[in-house]
């Protein structure tokens, strides 16, 4: 069954992080990436802010558990939390309906 996680706010970038937080659910420690702002209705203005924040907020929390790991060292915590953000900001995209720019102007 998944889990409600904290609310995730992005500490790095000043704005619609706080306006607009997303929140997601969990099951067995990863964040489950299609749930990424389910609490915003996924036709709204809202969901888009929310989806386009989510990036920097995982980049970050990522960024942050890493250096505590690297510090800190009995830091088996860490260094799961930072699996948990670090797997999910690699994987996510904010809008994976759309699709992948051609850089190569059709050639």
């Not at 069954?1 to 306006?19: D, V």
């Not at 964040?31 to 209705?41: E, F, H, R, V």
Request: contains cysteine; glycine residues 4%.
């Amino acid at each position: 069954m998944a889990n409600l996680s904290s609310q995730a706010l992005a500490t790095t970038t000043p704005g619609y992080g706080k306006r607009f937080p997303a929140k997601w659910l969990e099951r067995s420690g990863e964040i489950l990436l299609d749930t990424i702002c389910y609490n915003y209705p996924a036709d709204s203005y809202m969901y888009r802010l929310c989806r386009e924040e989510a990036v920097h907020t995982l980049n970050a929390r990522c960024q942050r558990y890493e250096a505590v790991a690297q510090h800190s060292p009995d830091s088996n915590h860490y260094l799961e939390l930072a699996d948990k953000y670090c797997v999910a900001a690699r994987l996510y995209r904010p809008f994976p309906e759309q699709a992948p720019l051609d850089n190569n102007n059709g050639q």
